[in-house]
């Protein structure tokens, strides 16, 4: 569903005394203002079509009402989000869960919405139930050629499923390794792996993007295939130019400098794109920014500092996803703080005084150079954000217009109850 425009005038009209106060001291003083809200508009997070229905852990999954039952259902929910913050035109699929019946009506409908269909990604991770052979032991990395095959194949035609729809970019992201010592011969695991991922690179298409997704654990907790940035940036080195390593913020061990990461990948111009969640001990799939928000501040610095040097733009050269599950919110809301705290990072990113940090830095300056990224990342921003999805035509305050519309109410009127969102 929809909102009426109306609503959303209302909505915002009855805030726009306020909102005039305290976005006017960033209007009338901040010489970057107008360019800061020309970057903000073009900035579209994708939303995963997973994350609409409420996840659930290996203990149990608790389901909300009026989830998506279907990808055109999933579509409906992400047009809204869209309406609302003008932060979400486009969509990311998982496939087999999320094969469109009719990928024409599927394209006109996101279409109609505004929305694209960003990367597509590909599922060996589980046994579908018409599948032939078993990922138990690994898919790309497994010792039978067959059920390699079986895997390639899987993502060939996850790649078919995508140029159907106007996708750019394939994720792999594999499960595969080993529970136990002795398990796996690690560096055979990695060349039957590298041998896959190249079978699959060869059936891209010439403007299309691989990004290869790393994973410190779990579901394996020995050793992982693709385990951290270093292993996907050698795949995608052995790759080729279309190849990219993807960071997932939860896909790292504790403490781990992601900051860092990001400033060296991109610096080797093979990072291709981002997974935003937030967590506290590993791959918690949190709403981004809950947890960590310093975090992600500094690493959307590096991201600013690094595209800067290399001339990139920052809303198409990267693909930018928001990967979570939401076990005890209602998706829609969790995911609408997501996209927020993702502008207020990129938003405080944008206010630092790379000029002077970089004086700082050359003078060893250590304490000035903390002051300029603190007076950032100190700094409310939310009025910035909030102007840029108004001239967009969104609402200003997108979670409490979400709320006083009602909409979990509507939608668990119109569509079937007991429907579960298909995902994890
Ligand atoms: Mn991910």
């Known amino acids: 569903m929809l909102l009426e425009k109306d609503t959303i005038l209302a909505h915002n009209e009855t805030r726009m005394h306020r909102h005039h106060q305290v976005v006017a001291p960033f209007r009338d003083n901040f010489e970057k203002f107008e360019k800061i809200i020309e970057l903000l508009t073009r900035f579209q997070v994708a939303i995963p079509s997973w994350a609409l229905g409420t996840g659930g852990t290996r203990f149990g999954r608790f389901p909300g009402k009026g989830e998506p039952g279907s990808l055109e259902e999933k579509l409906e929910d992400v047009g809204l989000l869209h309406q609302l913050n003008c932060?979400?035109?486009?969509?990311?699929?998982?496939?087999?869960?999320?094969?469109?019946?009719?990928?024409?009506?599927?394209?006109?409908?996101?279409?109609?919405?505004?929305?694209?269909?960003?990367a597509v990604n590909s599922n060996t991770f589980q046994d579908q139930a018409d599948q032939a052979l078993s990922y138990k032991f690994g898919s790309l990395q497994h010792v039978d050629k067959a059920v390699r095959q079986q895997a390639i194949q899987h993502n060939i035609e996850v790649i078919e499923h995508g140029k159907a729809l106007g996708s750019k970019s394939l994720t792999v992201w594999l499960s595969d390794g080993s529970c136990f010592p002795g398990q796996l011969n690690f560096r055979k695991a990695f060349q039957r792996t590298l041998e896959g991922l190249q079978e699959i690179y060869a059936s891209l298409p010439a403007d299309w993007k691989m990004f290869v997704e790393y994973k410190a654990f779990e579901p394996n907790f020995y050793s992982m295939s693709v385990g951290d940035w270093g292993q996907s940036l050698l795949y995608a080195q052995k790759l080729g130019p279309k190849a990219f390593t993807l960071v997932d913020l939860g896909h790292h061990l504790p403490n781990a400098n992601i900051e860092q990461i990001v400033s060296l990948l991109l610096m080797e111009g093979k990072l291709g794109g981002f997974h935003f969640n937030d967590s506290k001990y590993g791959?918690?799939?949190?709403?981004?920014?809950?947890?960590?928000?310093?975090?992600?501040?500094?690493?959307?610095?590096?991201?600013?500092?690094?595209?800067?040097?290399?001339?990139?733009?920052?809303?198409?050269?990267?693909?930018?996803?928001?990967?979570a599950s939401h076990n005890v919110k209602d998706p829609l809301e969790d995911l609408l703080q997501s996209v927020e705290a993702i502008l207020i990072a990129y938003t405080q990113a944008l206010l630092v005084d790379a000029e002077a940090l970089s004086a700082a830095q050359q003078q060893n300056d250590v304490a000035l150079c903390q002051e300029l990224l603190q007076e950032a990342f100190r700094t409310d921003v939310r009025p910035i954000v909030a102007e840029a999805r108004l001239r967009a035509g969104g609402a200003l305050q997108p979670l409490q217009l979400y709320r006083e519309s009602n909409v979990r109410r509507a939608l668990t009127g119109h569509r079937r109850s007991g429907k579960l969102a298909t995902g994890l």
């Open 87 to 118: 932060n979400s035109g486009a969509i990311s699929l998982h496939i087999p869960w999320d094969i469109p019946e009719s990928p024409d009506r599927i394209r006109s409908q996101a279409e109609a919405l505004g929305i694209r269909f960003d």
């Open 283 to 323: 791959d918690d799939d949190l709403t981004v920014g809950s947890i960590n928000p310093y975090q992600l501040f500094l690493i959307f610095h590096e991201l600013v500092e690094g595209m800067n040097a290399r001339g990139m733009h920052h809303a198409t050269d990267l693909g930018w996803m928001i990967d």
